[in-house]
């Protein structure tokens, strides 16, 4: 979409608390673009925004847009918010954050990084690679990087590194020069209707790979293969742990603190492999995000010293295996997980890593509509655990009810992952088992896209 873009506009932001909202008004704004913006509650993105000194309102009211001439508005905006209402009244034009952000990466070398699952990690890797390796990149990404606490760096370079969301087709709105599929599952399926649509979104984010770039797709992923075999773009390189993968991963180890492996590269032009890769993260899929930020850097030319050191400095991404704290011989970690694949890999990667531990996972389920869709991958996916605290669904604003009853969900999970079980029915009665069980060689985990995560962090005052 061509958006005619001044310095002189005065761009407001509808939504602007959210991650990638924020994320964008905080690079637009680095760009000289006077931009502002409101949300009906306060945030850690809008302290962050408000630090840059952002105008943010609280609340929506079409007093907000008196001097704006242009608005932006996130996927989560009715059209009959009093912005939106005001601003189609008096004319003024109307874009969605990927229409705007497709517009202002446009101008750089972009890498774009999807996936069902990992894009924020992978993004984040990227990133950290690129920065080791002197490209200072912009960076617009899903989740806060520990390395300079945002998710949003406007960088000195052509470069730009970007996460584009597939929850609702936007993905296919930002143009790229080179791009990264890190997976496809049944996931947003309250937008997409079912799963076939959704490969064929993948199948034209695929299809879009120019010839001056290239794609890096994970050849482990099922669904991928089988798009790719449709694909008349050919070009790409696959990665993972297959033989067949351009990029293989092999030697695979893990420790409490490093995953180890090695990348057996062939590809046309080379063959060789790179050997003693050290990432601070655990779990394949983790090691799977590395490879395929490890496959784009060597095919860009990065040397091999600088691809190394971007991993093994790499800080991370808040709420994806983040630790919070230790209590006696308790640890107490926070992650983003709230899909089945998610949980289930993050588990298997524990358990592997931590044999020894009792694995307690503080399960909060996120939207009605996925726990509706994935009961039956929910169930099966905790089977890594020893007990599961299941709370009560954080809805979204989803006006949704369930089909079955919550009792018969949890009894479900009890079945297939033969694990113990125990119904938390507000932060009060997590705060109270807690408290009664830190005791042994135990690790909590808290998971969920919703308000666990302030759950999880709040647990270190009772102590």
């Not at 502002?36 to 952002?54: A, F, T």
């Not at 996936?115 to 890797?125: F, M, R």
């Not at 990133?127 to 960088?155: E, H, M, Q, W």
């Not at 601070?280 to 600088?306: C, D, Q, R, S």
Request: net charge positive; hydrophobic share 40%; with cysteine.
């Amino acid at each position: 979409m061509k958006i005619d873009l001044g310095k002189n506009e005065l761009i407001h932001f509808v939504g602007i608390g959210g991650i990638g909202m924020s994320g964008l008004a905080m690079i637009m704004n680095g760009l000289g673009y006077k931009v502002q913006g409101s949300d009906i509650l306060g945030n850690r993105n809008i302290e962050r925004l408000r630090e840059k000194k952002i105008r943010v309102f609280i609340n929506h009211k079409k007093d907000n847009i008196k001097k704006t001439t242009m608005l932006v508005i996130s996927s989560a905006i009715k059209k009959n918010n009093p912005e939106v209402a005001e601003a189609m009244k008096k004319n003024l034009p109307v874009y969605t954050r990927a229409d705007m952000l497709g517009h202002i990466v446009s101008f750089m070398r972009n890498v774009v990084v999807t996936g069902s699952h990992g894009k924020t990690t992978t993004t984040s890797l990227v990133s950290s690679i690129f920065t080791a390796g002197n490209l200072d990149p912009t960076i617009i990404n899903g989740g806060v990087l520990n390395s300079f606490g945002n998710s949003a760096k406007l960088g000195k370079s052509n470069w730009c590194v970007t996460e584009s969301d597939e929850s609702d087709g936007s993905f296919l709105k930002i143009p790229f020069t080179y791009s990264i599929a890190t997976n496809l599952d049944s996931e947003h399926l309250d937008f997409y209707k079912n799963i076939n649509n959704l490969k064929k979104s993948f199948l034209k984010f695929i299809e879009k790979i120019p010839s001056v770039g290239k794609g890096f797709i994970c050849n482990d992923d099922q669904n991928l293969k089988k798009i790719l075999k449709k694909s008349k773009n050919k070009n790409f390189y696959s990665y993972g742990r297959d033989k067949k993968s351009n990029f293989q991963i092999v030697n695979v180890k893990q420790t409490s603190n490093f995953s180890n492996f090695d990348i057996k590269i062939n590809i046309p032009s080379k063959k060789k492999i790179i050997k003693g890769i050290k990432l601070p993260m655990i779990g394949i899929h983790n090691i799977l995000n590395a490879t395929a930020a490890v496959a784009l850097a060597f095919t860009i030319g990065l040397p091999e010293k600088y691809i190394k050191l971007g991993l093994y400095n790499f800080k991370g991404v808040q709420r994806r295996f983040s630790h919070l704290f230790d209590y006696n011989n308790v640890s107490f970690y926070d992650d983003y997980a709230h899909h089945p694949t998610e949980i289930s890999s993050v588990l298997s990667g524990v358990k592997k890593v931590y044999k020894n531990k009792e694995i307690v996972c503080v399960f909060q389920p996120h939207r009605v509509s996925r726990v509706i869709n994935l009961k039956k991958e929910f169930s099966k996916c905790f089977k890594m655990a020893d007990t599961v605290l299941l709370c009560p669904i954080y809805t979204a604003n989803e006006k949704l009810r369930l089909s079955f009853t919550y009792n018969s969900f949890a009894n479900l999970i009890i079945k297939n992952s033969n694990i113990s079980l125990i119904h938390v029915e507000n932060e009060i009665q997590l705060k109270r088992f807690v408290k009664q069980n830190s005791f042994g060689d135990k690790i909590y985990i808290g998971m969920g896209a919703g308000s666990i995560s302030n759950w999880m962090k709040n647990l270190k005052n009772i102590f």
